[in-house]
Nanobody, 126 residues
Framework: QVQLVESGGGLVQAGGSLRLSCAAS????????MAWFRQAPGKEREFAAG????????VYADSVKGRFTISRDNAGNTVYLQMNSLKPEDTAVYSC???????????????????WGLGTQVTVSS
């Protein structure tokens, strides 16, 4: 059974940084596309960043491009999201997701992902 467990969330001031981690188990992590999605209170879940299983192609939402960096450690079955220059509008629950389709690029649509973690809260104060 695939399991995804996020960690690293917390409270940070605007302009600060956080590093989220997502530990995966129960399958062949090295063959999964991985992504981070986020959901703010009262808003729909949105794609933040994704990384492919092959060649580690990365995709970012315009709202985080240049500030967030997604990376993966296949030996450690972990995907990371380094978040810099955080803004209050980045406040949300951040969830990692796994896509087992072997697509060349990570999808940006939540329906394309097969497994989800429970999420970790990120709060950015102004």
């Amino acid at each position: 059974q695939v399991q995804l467990v996020e960690s690293g969330g917390g409270l940070v001031q605007a302009g600060g940084s956080l590093r989220l981690s997502c530990a995966a188990s129960g399958g062949t992590f090295g063959k999964w596309n991985m992504a981070w999605f986020r959901q703010a209170p009262g808003k729909e879940r949105e794609f933040a960043a994704g990384i492919s299983w092959r060649f580690e192609n990365t995709v970012y939402a315009d709202s985080v491009k240049g500030r967030f960096t997604i990376s993966r450690d296949n030996a450690g079955n972990t995907v990371y999201l380094q978040m810099n220059s955080l803004k209050p509008e980045d406040t949300a629950v951040y969830s990692c997701a796994a896509d087992l389709s072997w697509a060349t690029y990570p999808p940006a649509t939540s329906d394309d992902y097969d497994y989800w973690g429970l999420g970790t809260q990120v709060t950015v104060s102004s």
